[in-house]
T-cell receptor, first 116, second 118 residues
């Protein structure tokens, strides 16, 4: 069974600085999706960024980028120029590319604080 | 605007009572999911459904039940058999490629329902 591990329960960053959130996963599959979701205090889950495993190029969305290391099964999220609105719980998630289950498997989350 | 609506946002229940959480989506998504969120444990899958009138147990289905009579609706009942029901519940949906059960895109989430057992 696939698992997702986020080893940093809490992180803190100064406004305008850069922070990296770690995520590792375990799978025997070769094709899959990886996601980072943000959950602000409102509790609404918001997709931050996604990566298809077959793509070698790391995904980027404005200030958010990932470092996808397929062989190492690592999928870290880098937030550049951190803003106060980035403060939230961040979840790493995995989903199979093929198969009928379409289940999203989540890590335990990293709570990010942004200091002014 | 299309989206997922969960209700109620907050719910209090006495021990021994069944409660039903509503989840409605107007995104024309095929698949719907229920997740439970507890502090320090991330999101855990309770039940999911990929087509009408069919659903599968997730990792923590005991004490819960669902139905999928309409594509738009996937209500979750928390029964008295659920030993620790106090939690935050999230509903999500996913569009599948037409005619297949293959993955496509990301899950869209509702705003959640907070259930507290008194």
């Amino acid at each position: 069974a696939q698992t997702v591990t986020q080893s940093q329960p809490e992180m803190s960053v100064q406004e305008a600085e850069t922070v990296t959130l770690s995520c590792t996963y375990d799978t025997s599959e070769s094709d899959y999706y990886l996601f980072w979701y943000k959950q602000p205090p409102s509790r609404q889950m918001i997709l931050v960024i996604r990566q298809e495993a077959y793509k070698q190029q790391n995904a980027t969305e404005n200030r958010f980028s990932v470092n996808f290391q397929k062989a190492a099964k690592s999928f870290s999220l880098k937030i550049s120029d951190s803003q106060l609105g980035d403060a939230a719980m961040y979840f790493c998630a995995y989903r199979s590319w093929v198969g009928a289950t379409n289940k999203l498997i989540f890590g335990t989350g990293t709570l990010l604080a942004v200091q002014p | 605007d299309g989206g997922i609506t969960q209700s109620p946002k907050y719910l209090f229940r006495k021990e021994g009572q069944n409660v039903t959480l509503s989840c409605e989506q107007n995104l024309n998504h095929d698949a719907m999911y229920w997740y439970r969120q507890d502090p320090g444990q991330g999101l855990r899958l309770i039940y999911y459904s990929q087509i009408v009138n069919d659903f599968q147990k997730g990792d923590i289905a005991e004490g819960y039940s669902v139905s999928r009579e309409k594509k738009e609706s996937f209500p979750l009942t928390v029964t008295s058999a659920q030993k620790n029901p106090t939690a935050f519940y999230l509903c999500a949906s996913l569009r599948l490629r037409q005619g297949t059960l293959q993955n496509t895109g990301e899950l869209f989430f509702g705003e959640g329902s907070r259930l507290t057992v008194l």
